[in-house]
């Protein structure tokens, strides 16, 4: 994954210096368990998430330019949701964002850089983008970066303590991508 650039921000690969930027907006219970996680209880579990964002490379860290700090993530992982696609080229699209930077249109412009490198220079053919019923603020963002509806699935997430969700799926593809530019 190469680096990023928007008007605002930064999107580039974590690097260890990153941790107590993570642990800042990761220790807030309104950000993790939005996206699927619970907050980190300590700065060595935001450590290990930071060793595995930088073994695995698919995770960027969303840097706010003016204030050279990173301010939540952006991942681009390898998923298949519609098998009858699956010879398609496909990845997901799942983002967190520090709570004091909600509201500032920060995420859909960091996923609108992440479609249009994922279409223009990696040859994806689809990106996923899901949320729990209950993260309107994610709706949102797949509002803006014109993700379609298509399907609705109830499922148990492990790392919340079996909390059961309702998980929404939202694909664009790269035809709907260029006919939309």
């Known amino acids: ?3 990023l650039f928007t008007e605002r921000l930064e999107l580039r690969l974590w690097q260890e210096s990153d941790v107590h930027d993570l642990y800042e907006y990761a220790q807030d219970p309104q950000v993790g368990p939005n ?3 619970p907050a980190h209880e300590n700065i060595a579990e935001s450590q290990r998430i930071v060793e595995m964002f930088i073994n695995d ?3 960027y860290a969303i840097v706010l330019k ?6 939540g993530s952006l991942g681009l992982h390898d998923r298949i949701y519609d098998e009858e ?3 398609l080229a496909q990845r997901e699209v799942g983002y967190v ?3 004091k930077y909600w509201g500032q249109g920060l995420v859909p412009e960091a996923v609108k850089a992440v479609i249009e490198y994922s279409f223009e220079d990696l040859s994806i053919d689809q990106i996923w983008c899901s949320y729990f019923d209950f993260n309107i603020k994610s709706k949102r963002v797949i509002e803006k970066c014109d993700f379609n509806y298509q399907f609705t ?3 148990t ?3 919340l303590d079996n909390k059961e969700v309702t998980t929404l799926r939202h694909r664009i593809t790269k035809d709907e991508y260029f006919s939309n530019k």
Do not use: C, F, Y
């Open 1 to 3: 994954m190469k680096t």
């Open 35 to 37: 996206a699927g996680w």
């Open 153 to 155: 699935i109830n499922e």
């Open 97 to 99: 964002l520090n709570q």
């Open 157 to 159: 997430l492990g790392r």
């Open 85 to 87: 696609n699956a010879h």
């Open 66 to 71: 003016s204030e050279n700090k990173v301010i």
């Open 57 to 59: 490379a698919d995770v």
